[in-house]
């Protein structure tokens, strides 16, 4: 129990000496790059200078530049002269000046055997770093928590989803599919209730749309929504999604990791925007005619 103590109190102050400069350094790299996305008028240049700095936020502890200050210079004591040493003297040794050493003195060894009291061990006491440590690694526990709960209601969605059926609109997400260059077409479902469509699995990409979307939408209008779904399985986003999302959970407490996750969902949606009108034709005004009305009907 004493060495795990130990081991938290070393760790906690070990986090104390380099979560301020990794936190600094992680605050300059983000407003580097949010000047940096003033200069560029392309939402995927954008996306991935954000993804810099949650990897940059990820790789905190094993990323962070050594910064140390100048060692202040000694005092020296004007009074005090300096020994010079000539070492082309012919003295003899026995006549040089020698300063005698004293014994080293031998410490009291403690009384053991018949009679001899024996000191009860003091128990090591956690340090505030190490407690605030277990803090840190608490939340994020929690915030691991939520995570699994989020992904739990997910499945129980499209465990209760009802596959599409509509040829039409099957061939609609093959085509669309297609033009993107996507080989696998993903599973079309409809999911019960309202809602706005959206792509999820990793190994088995789903496309769930809302019930009613054929009726209210024109062919051409579906289209444009599928393309910009399927624009994220195109850029691989439910993959890097993670990265933000674990950087949200690891740093909860600093405000450049929430920065850098809302950012980055913000370019990756004009990304996707920016695929569907170049794959779907059309002009920006019709689209947004579309965007709008998906919304309205969540």
Not at 35 to 62: D, H, I, N, Y
Not at 163 to 188: E, H, K, M, N, Y
């Amino acid at each position: 129990m004493t060495e795990l103590v130990h081991a938290l109190n070393d760790a906690g102050a070990a986090a104390v000496r380099v979560v301020p400069w990794a936190l600094a350094q992680s605050t300059v790299v983000a407003l580097a790059v949010a000047g940096l996305c003033r200069l560029s008028r392309s939402p995927e240049v954008r996306f991935w200078l954000w993804q810099a700095v949650v990897v940059k936020l990820l790789l905190l502890p094993f990323w962070t530049v050594a910064l140390t200050w100048p060692d202040r210079a000694v005092a020296v004591d004007p009074q005090r002269q300096p020994v010079v040493v000539d070492l082309t003297a012919t003295e003899p040794v026995s006549r040089l000046p020698m300063t005698p050493i004293s014994p080293p003195v031998a410490e009291p060894v403690p009384a053991t055997g018949i009679g001899a009291v024996e000191m009860p061990a003091t128990s090591a006491a956690l340090t505030w770093p190490a407690w605030a440590l277990l803090g840190w690694a608490g939340v994020i526990a929690w915030r691991v928590i939520i995570l699994a709960r989020q992904r739990w209601r997910l499945r129980a969605l499209l465990k209760n989803a009802v596959p599409c059926t509509d040829a039409a609109l099957i061939r609609l997400a093959a085509v669309s599919a297609a033009r993107l260059g996507i080989r696998r077409v993903p599973t079309v479902v409809f999911a019960n209730g309202g809602g706005s469509p959206f792509v999820c699995g990793l190994a088995w990409p789903t496309l769930v749309l809302p019930h009613g979307i054929a009726r209210a939408f024109s062919e051409y209008q579906i289209r444009q929504v599928l393309l910009h779904e399927l624009a994220h399985l195109k850029r691989g986003d439910l993959w890097s999604g993670w990265l933000p999302e674990i950087a949200r959970a690891v740093w909860f407490f600093h405000p450049v990791a929430h920065w850098a996750a809302a950012r980055i969902r913000l370019e990756r949606e004009l990304a996707c925007d920016r695929l569907a009108l170049a794959y779907g034709g059309g002009d920006a005004a019709d689209y947004a005619d579309t965007l709008v009305r998906v919304a309205e009907r969540q």
